[in-house]
């Protein structure tokens, strides 16, 4: 309610802008004019008298300003006239006021792309469902170690890899190529089903390790991934 | 008048004028006069916290303005308290009671 008056006074002091100043201008010259006449009365003359009051009062000018910082609408005031004197001031050097734009518009550009790329490779979580329950391998598999984890599917609820290297296939005349063929390294992930705990996973992780050839034993472990480049 | 001027307790000045219009409405010049008449000339007001206090207040609806002659016939802006006004009045009394009575007792305790 009081914030309520507060706001709708000060609006009313906005549109009537004048009526509000000579509000307070009248106000200020009733207590000079009463002081004084207080003063005439208790025996001064009037010169001497209206000198006291303008002394009692102190800066009319001042007390004014006193009175107009008391609602909000000054400063919303203020704030629109340090606009309008930017917006001047910024017409007259139109050099300056470019180079400051394009400063501006390459920060924002840049910052805008690095980011949109930082969002897409780490923040955004993988396209596909329930991303948080994938584990990324640590470790590039060889394609036939991958077939042989891939075999085990009671262990996993799902694995899939991915390779980026491309190979050639054919031998000799025309090029064949083939994404991730065996021998290369593939990116290995294996989803895990959240509702077991993450220590039961890594023992069903090293039992798995255990039945694949000893070379990939030692490589094995999980590790959550929350966000990655999607698998093509 | 006697005694020192001593300045206002932060956030008094505004129970003041509650105060004193409570008894009748009053114009600025009037209200300054009373408040150090009732002191006995210990806080005198300037009108440089006295107008932006009226503002204030006539803002939060607990005075009212409202034309009226002066004692030598010109119409002159007094001030009545509202019915809000005196709500706040009591409030800010009682509190001021309170934390007054408060600190009596810190400085007496020995």
Redesign the interface.
């Known amino acids: ?2 914030s309520w ?2 706001f709708v ?2 609006l009313k002091a906005l549109v009537h802008k004048g009526e509000a100043e000579q ?2 201008e ?3 010259r ?2 000079l ?3 004084a ?2 003063k005439i009365r208790a025996g001064m003359s009037e010169t001497e008298a209206r000198r006291a009051a303008r002394l ?3 800066s009319i000018e ?2 004014k300003d ?2 107009r ?3 909000w609408e000054t400063a919303v005031e203020a704030l629109w006239a340090d606009i309008r004197y930017s917006i001047r001031i910024l017409r007259k050097s139109p050099l300056f006021t470019a180079v400051v734009v394009l400063t501006l518009a390459l920060g924002i550009g840049a910052n805008t792309a690095i980011f949109s790329i930082f969002d897409s490779l780490i923040l955004k979580t993988l396209p596909v469902e329930k991303p948080d329950e994938l584990v990324q391998m640590d470790t590039s598999f060889t394609n036939p170690l991958w077939e042989q984890l891939r075999d085990r599917q009671d262990l996993f609820a799902g694995a899939f890899a991915w390779g980026s290297e491309d190979f050639n296939l054919s031998n000799g005349g025309p090029v064949h190529t083939t994404p991730a063929a065996s021998g290369s390294a593939v990116t290995c992930f294996v989803r895990w089903d959240c509702a077991q705990p993450q220590a039961a996973f890594r023992r069903r992780l090293t039992t798995a390790a255990a039945a694949l050839p000893s070379r990939c034993l030692a490589t094995i472990s999980g590790s959550r991934v929350t966000a990655a480049t999607p698998p093509r | 008048m006697g005694g020192r001027q001593s300045s206002l307790v932060q956030g008094t000045l505004d129970m003041l004028i509650l105060k004193i219009l409570a008894l009748e409405a009053m114009h600025g010049y009037g209200i300054a006069r009373r408040i150090e008449q009732i002191s006995q000339g210990v806080f005198s007001v300037n009108p440089g916290s006295l107008f932006p206090a009226f503002r204030r207040l006539e803002r939060e609806g607990w005075i009212k303005p409202v034309w009226k002659s002066t004692e030598n016939g010109r119409q002159a802006k007094f001030y009545a308290l509202t019915a809000r006004g005196r709500k706040q009045l009591e409030s800010e009394t009682e509190a001021w009671g309170r934390q007054a009575a408060a600190i009596g007792r810190i400085l007496e305790a020995n």
């Open positions: 309610m009081s008056s507060k006074g000060g509000n307070m009248d106000e200020l009733v207590f004019d009463v002081a006449e207080r009692e009062i102190g001042s007390v006193k009175v910082d008391a609602g």
